[in-house]
């Protein structure tokens, strides 16, 4: 609408672009991040009470959502852009490699759905936050922030991220109900 039909007020583009930090967007993808994290601390609860020996890991997960969830406010992995060369998506990819590889033990004790679902949320985050952050460093360089094709590409990379914790927090909870129907173990 803005770029085809008529320029929209700059307060109406700042409360709604999925690119500004101050934003209706960013406020859901934090708060969608944090009942995340909330969740996942419930979870273990849940598993620390069965003595489960991956309850440290849903634990770590909780505090990582957490994590991100502050992030999305605060802009830390924007930060990181001023003080390095590179965008703050390749060390965002290698830490992804490397949580999953952290992760590994607890997807396996993991029925198969839920570890596949879970890795298909990972890869819809992962994939718009660090892959389409890494195909846009062009409009960056080439001064082209300001057009259709960037901002098109910011609002798929952002529904990327947000669709990947809403089909993630889906998962999550299939789990949570699905275990607790058979007897309250969460294993």
């Not at 672009?17 to 944090?34: A, C, G, M, R």
């Not at 985050?125 to 082209?144: H, I, Q, R, S």
């Not at 109900?177 to 294993?187: D, E, F, N």
Request: charged share 15%.
């Amino acid at each position: 609408m803005h770029y085809q039909v008529v320029e929209l007020p700059w307060l109406f583009r700042e409360l709604f672009d999925v690119d500004e930090e101050e934003s209706v967007p960013t406020w859901f993808s934090s708060v969608i991040l944090l009942i995340s994290a909330a969740y996942l601390a419930h979870v273990y609860a849940l598993k620390r009470l069965d003595a489960d020996p991956h309850s440290a890991a849903w634990l770590s997960l909780s505090c990582g959502f957490l994590f991100l969830s502050i992030d999305e406010i605060a802009g830390f992995h924007e930060a990181l852009n001023s003080t390095m060369e590179a965008s703050w998506a390749v060390p965002g990819a290698v830490l992804a490699m490397l949580l999953l590889v952290l992760f590994a033990r607890l997807l396996r004790s993991l029925p198969p759905t839920i570890t596949k679902g879970f890795l298909v949320a990972g890869a819809i985050y992962v994939g718009g936050a660090v892959g389409v952050e890494l195909a846009t460093e062009p409009y960056l360089y080439n001064d082209a922030l300001d057009t259709l094709a960037y901002n098109l590409w910011t609002a798929v990379e952002e529904g990327m991220e947000m669709g990947g914790i809403v089909y993630f927090l889906n998962v999550l909870h299939a789990y949570v109900v699905q275990h607790l129907k058979a007897g309250l173990r969460l294993s």
